[in-house]
């Protein structure tokens, strides 16, 4: 897992090296900020979910939704809706990743456990629009393998190649910022 799929601000177009634009970054219509507290999350929740089912100019569709926390918020989520009966005991593997079942009046969400999520953010993403992105590199393809310089009579080869992330429609996806337990 690379931290920049998530976090990254982009290409400054001053020249320096290529970076991914993170999607938390990215998805800008559907947010909220300044949450405190298991109950004060669960209000932020439902209020991202109203305005992206009701917002006719912005709709997420939320074809194969997935929740993304970190520790933190993780502990706030499970107190917002264990009380409520919204967090299923069910868990899957999905990729190789621990998705665990969120039970809200708009659906069933995944939830993943993601150390690279920023502490105090949460992200929900439509899955149905995210996929990798690879770059080709002019006459050699998208991976391809370099020698490095050789050691005695021993040959070294590295592989390249460079992966971003094409997270469709950024109102696909909706994001809570600055979550603090109390």
Known sequence: ANPAANTGTGVPGDGTMRQTRGIITAATTHTDATIVGAAALKTAIDALLIGMFEDETTVAPLIQPVIFVNGTVKVLLSQAYSNSGGLADRSRTVGGVNVETLVTDFGTFGV???????????????????????????????????????????????????????????????????????
């Open 112 to 182: 993943v456990l993601d150390r690279y999520i920023p502490a105090t953010e949460f992200l929900l993403a439509d899955m149905s629009v995210v996929k990798p992105c690879f770059m080709a590199i002019p006459g050699k393809g998208h991976f391809f393998t370099e020698p490095l310089a050789k050691t005695g009579a021993y040959d070294r080869a590295q592989l390249y190649g460079e992966i971003g992330l094409e997270y469709g429609p950024e109102q696909y996806h909706g994001t809570l910022t600055a979550i603090t337990a109390a």
